[in-house]
């Protein structure tokens, strides 16, 4: 018998494996941070420079200061923000109780919602856009807050209910028995017992729910117009026949960036727990 | 009086399973009842159903004379343990035991007296600020069986509470059930699946199988006299040896007879055996009233030891006697056997159990 070949791996010493390793690590977060780095580094670019952004030494504030004169870019932000935040809080008041009828009770009711948001599912996000569109255009609130917020509550309440069930599912019903039990209604076993324990998903769900509509760009798009502009349609907005102001840009990607990458660090770790159920 | 009267009680899923079967069962005020079977046998059904969690089918339930088929579990004054604890896991333990009563509207300064007598009971007293996740399995089980006692209810209800303990917790705490019983006497019902548990805890042991009730009595009546082949061989650890035997008449006496053994069928199944006379019944042995060797008591046949089980305190022995394989045990640790040893069993007649092979009701 020949002995066991010893790979690429085994052949290392303790410390060049750690050293290997963190070479490897090292690479691919710069992979992952280099289009944020050069954005940074585009938007602190004069115009003029942004397409040596490699060569040239020159850098400027003017993109930012350009950026917080321009009113219509303030109000996108103000919108966005606002938005995000109306939408996650009235798709989470139906999403909690809808994921947690869906991971508790079973019957007609039950399985009916169940089916209606297996076909929302299953339908293509974009397929949605054009009959929205004309829902919106016949209701006459098209380019309003209420036409982009309506159809955002919408899509997260099919979505979100999903993993509201499954963190649900991973709380142990006997706890509500034993609140029953105690006294409870079966509502009060929901909103004494069975929320309180959601806190963490609940976190998670606020966190990744503001972030999707802060990033949504396709249904702003389509169903927003001169009166409401949001973050994501401006800042595609820079790209017009007369060229395409880089600078700008990325000076506005970077200061969208601060509200999610900052909402992101303080819920992170709900997130993570999140997404392992 | 907190009597409980379940009345030809059916528990149906859906029309396809049929969890409870016409169950009827008096528990009796102040009564420890404990409700043991192998799983899916609907003893936790039941014990569901006393405390409301689920609906029943047909039948009725009544607590201390009330019939409380379609009151809400708040409504029924019961209190439950679960196996798995079911503390309010973003309560302190405080908060946990005061719940309950805090619900009833209860003066905060009687739920504090409520809750420093439990925690004397139950030596709680050191973690009351605690959250269950910083308590041990045993002390979270300790702290719910406090949420019970300080709502002082009319009936306890367990559902395996000691199953998640590791072994010599579970001891531990079989024993304190045992003293919490004495100083809060109170209508229970306990469910469990290991008849250790049934048989030390209970006042009265009721045995489960497919939804229907085998048997209800005394811990003792359950071992003595089963009242089936399967109370039997469920009940008593190791279990029951059981072998079918043809009985016959010999010189006045009844015969049990196999190619291998035989045993003399004592007085006390004599009359009822004799109706079956020339035919074959299931003769069943207790592994512990099996002696190995013994010249006082009536002897059965010669087996092979095959394998022996060194314990400690007594010796269990895997023995053979043509197809019939049989467990003996209680053996004498110092008896100096091997295996492949032949040995002499013998049995007191009078612990022979007799079983119809059809129907496999007992004998008697």
């Keep these: 018998m020949s002995a066991p070949q010893r790979g690429f791996w085994d052949s290392l010493a303790p410390g060049a494996r750690r050293a290997f390793f963190g070479l490897v690590l090292a690479a691919v977060c710069f992979l992952f941070a280099f289009p944020v780095l050069w954005l940074m580094l585009t938007s602190l670019r004069p115009e003029s420079g942004v397409y040596y952004v490699h060569k040239g030494l020159e850098f400027t504030l003017d993109s930012y200061k350009q950026i917080f004169s321009d009113e219509r870019l303030v109000n996108a932000f103000i919108n966005s923000g606002a938005i995000a935040t109306l939408a996650t809080f009235f798709s989470l008041l139906v999403t909690v109780s809808s994921g947690y009828m869906l991971s508790r009770f079973r019957g007609r009711i039950a399985s009916t919602w169940f089916g209606v948001i297996y076909a929302m599912r299953c339908v293509p996000y974009i397929t949605w856009v054009l009959p929205l569109y004309f829902v919106v255009q016949s209701y006459g609130v098209y380019d309003t807050y209420i036409g982009l917020l309506l159809p955002h509550i919408a899509v997260h309440i099919c979505f979100f209910s999903w993993l509201m069930k499954g963190f649900f599912d991973g709380i142990d019903p006997s706890m509500e028995h034993a609140a029953l039990i105690d006294g409870c209604t079966r509502w009060g076993a929901f909103y004494r017992v069975a929320l309180p324990s959601a806190i963490p998903a609940i976190s998670a769900l606020t966190v990744l729910c503001w972030l999707f509509t802060w990033n949504e760009f396709l249904f702003a798009q389509i169903l927003t117009g001169r009166n409401t502009p949001v973050i994501t349609v401006v800042m595609s907005q820079f790209v017009s026949e007369m060229g395409l102001q880089w600078n700008l840009m990325s000076a506005t990607a970077i200061l969208a960036l601060v509200p999610a990458f900052v909402l992101t660090l303080f819920g992170q770790k709900y997130v993570i727990q999140g997404l392992k159920i | ?364």
Aim: hydrophobic fraction near 40%.
């Design chain 2, 1 to 364: 009086m907190s009597e409980i009267v379940l009345t030809k009680l059916n528990k149906h899923y859906g029309g396809m399973h049929h969890a409870v079967r016409n169950i009827d069962l008096t528990i009796g005020d102040k009564e420890f009842i404990t409700l043991v079977g192998p799983s899916g046998c609907g003893k936790s059904t039941t014990l569901r159903m006393i405390a409301g969690l689920e609906e029943i089918t047909s039948g009725e339930i009544r607590i201390g004379g009330t019939l409380v088929n379609h009151l809400p579990p708040r409504d029924r004054d019961v209190a439950m343990v679960f196996q798995n604890y079911a503390l309010y896991q973003h309560m302190s333990v405080f908060d946990n035991l005061a719940f309950g009563l805090r619900n009833k509207k209860v003066p905060e300064a009687e739920i504090k007296k409520a809750i420093r007598n439990a925690a004397d009971i139950l030596g709680l007293g050191e973690l009351m600020q605690r959250k269950p996740r910083q308590l041990s399995g045993g002390q979270q089980q300790r702290v719910a069986l406090g949420r019970c006692i300080v709502r002082n209810p009319k009936v306890f209800l367990f559902d395996e509470p000691l199953s998640n303990l590791d072994a010599k917790l579970r001891i531990q705490m079989r024993v304190e059930i045992k003293r919490l019983r004495a100083r809060v006497p109170t209508t229970s019902v306990f469910v469990t699946h290991d008849q250790v548990e049934a048989m030390t805890l209970g006042d009265r042991v009721v045995v489960m199988k497919d939804g229907y009730i085998q048997q209800c009595g005394t811990p003792l009546q359950v071992y003595g006299e089963p009242a089936n082949k399967f109370v039997a061989g469920f009940i008593g650890s190791p279990s029951m040896n059981f072998f079918e035997v043809g009985i016959h008449a010999q010189d006045g006496e009844l015969i049990a007879q196999t190619p291998f053994l035989r045993a003399r069928v004592s007085e006390r199944y004599k009359a009822a055996l004799a109706a079956w006379n020339g035919r074959t019944v299931i003769l069943g042995v207790r592994p512990e009233h099996l002696r190995v060797n013994a010249s006082d008591v009536d002897p059965i046949g010669k087996v092979e030891i095959e394998v022996i089980e060194q314990l400690g305190s007594e010796i269990l022995l895997e023995t053979r006697a043509g197809d019939l394989s049989m467990t003996v045990a209680r053996v004498n640790p110092q008896l100096p056997v091997a295996a492949g040893d032949v040995i002499q069993l013998s049995v007191p007649s009078d612990q022979l159990h007799f079983f119809d092979p059809e129907t496999e009701s007992a004998i008697r």
